[in-house]
């Protein structure tokens, strides 16, 4: 390789000595690329149309755990439920007491609708089940189930896929999609009324006839591979919050 490589030089260096070139200038570098970071620029109070959803919410003052205990050993996996996770994780973890005494799981679904003793939750908050509970048959007991965790003046935020507002609403929502207006009256029929809505999830590319449903779009995407990027150039789907009070 080198024998070759002196070879090349040589003949390149006699051949400019047989016609000498006029030298030109170096070009300029082009400008460096700017850096691009991940970080917010934004700060949190200064984020135009999110609704505050407990603005005077306050906690107790609690000592941390220690945060070099935090971590995951992949070499040491196992098969867990929800709950047995979770009781492993406290169990390994003596400094987090509070959560300890605080955390509990609860069934929700069909004829399952206790979440929580009644009237003693300050926030529900849903996203994107709706339609799930619309395919259940369940939707009116959802809402009724949160009004009766909530507290008087309790909120319930919702966000979920948005249907086109003037076409009809299907009872199963078999697409993903649900209308704003047909999910407001939900909530109206369990006893809320709407303190504001935001439209800081709304995504004007998507045109809601897909072939899929909503989940031929990111995050599930499936299709496949089939026009996977033209799916991913669109994005999430168009999305609606809507903020609900328990009326105090």
Request: aromatic share 8%; net charge negative.
């Amino acid at each position: 390789m080198k024998r070759v490589l002196f070879a090349f030089i040589f003949c390149v260096s006699g051949f400019g000595a047989a016609f000498a070139q006029t030298p030109t200038a170096s070009p300029t570098p082009a400008a460096a690329t700017p850096a691009v970071d991940d970080k917010q620029n934004v700060a949190p109070d200064k984020l135009q149309g999110v609704p505050a959803i407990a603005p005077n919410y306050s906690s107790d003052d609690r000592t941390l755990p220690d945060l070099g205990r935090v971590g995951v050993d992949m070499t040491d996996q196992h098969s867990l439920t929800l709950n047995d996770a979770i009781t492993l994780a406290l169990e390994n973890n003596k400094d987090i007491e509070v959560t300890r005494k605080n955390v509990k799981i609860a069934e929700f679904g069909k004829d399952s609708y206790e979440i929580v003793p009644a009237g003693s939750a300050d926030l529900v908050m849903t996203s994107r089940n709706v339609h799930n509970w619309m395919g259940a048959g369940i939707a009116d007991q959802a809402f009724a189930a949160f009004y009766k965790a909530l507290k008087p003046g309790g909120i319930l935020s919702v966000e979920e896929h948005r249907a086109p507002a003037d076409k009809p609403q299907d009872p199963k929502a078999e697409n993903g999609y649900v209308r704003e207006d047909y999910t407001i009256e939900l909530a109206k029929k369990a006893g809320f009324k709407v303190v504001e809505k935001s439209e800081v999830l709304a995504n004007p590319k998507d045109t809601k006839d897909w072939p899929k449903g909503v989940w031929t779009l990111p995050p599930t995407l499936q299709m496949g591979e089939t026009d996977r990027a033209k799916y991913l150039a669109i994005g999430e789907a168009d999305n609606f919050l809507v903020k609900f009070q328990k009326p105090k």
